[in-house]
């Protein structure tokens, strides 16, 4: 097992081969998933902010800014197709989710037998490089 006192670093690199092609097939299948399960979700909500602004006799759409507020910080998490100016907010991604769990299972918790253990770890790593400073 790795020293979790130590920060892992995260290797934004591009990996050649079958793998990395392979990896990035997996993950935009993640993300498109992901994607989708969101737009499902909002269909119903979309329907009741509107309503309920509808029904506000305001010229206000208040509901529905803050649905099209909401709708675009989670094409910032999803980042689905990689935008650059994405990653520049410092906005915690899929793409940086998965390179966290890849480096937790490619260092010591890849012999690990407890599922908890890894889970944890990467919690941690999460926290490590996103959390509030």
Not at 2 to 23: A, E, M, Y
Not at 39 to 55: E, G
Request: proline residues 2%; hydrophobic residues 40%.
């Amino acid at each position: 097992m790795r020293n979790t006192d130590k920060p892992l670093i995260v290797q934004n690199k591009v990996t050649s081969g079958s793998w990395g092609k392979t990896r990035d097939l997996l993950l935009l299948q993640v993300k498109l998933w992901c994607d989708a399960v969101r737009d499902f979700a909002l269909m119903p909500v979309a329907l009741i902010c509107y309503i309920l602004d509808l029904k506000s006799n305001s010229e206000d759409r208040v509901y529905w800014e803050r649905l099209m507020k909401w709708g675009r910080r989670s094409d910032e998490h999803i980042n689905l197709f990689h935008h650059d100016s994405f990653e520049q907010k410092k906005t915690v991604t899929v793409d940086d989710v998965a390179d966290i769990v890849e480096d937790v299972l490619k260092s010591g918790v890849k012999g690990s037998t407890n599922t908890q253990q890894v889970v944890e770890t990467v919690k941690q790593q999460i926290r490590a490089r996103f959390g509030k400073e």
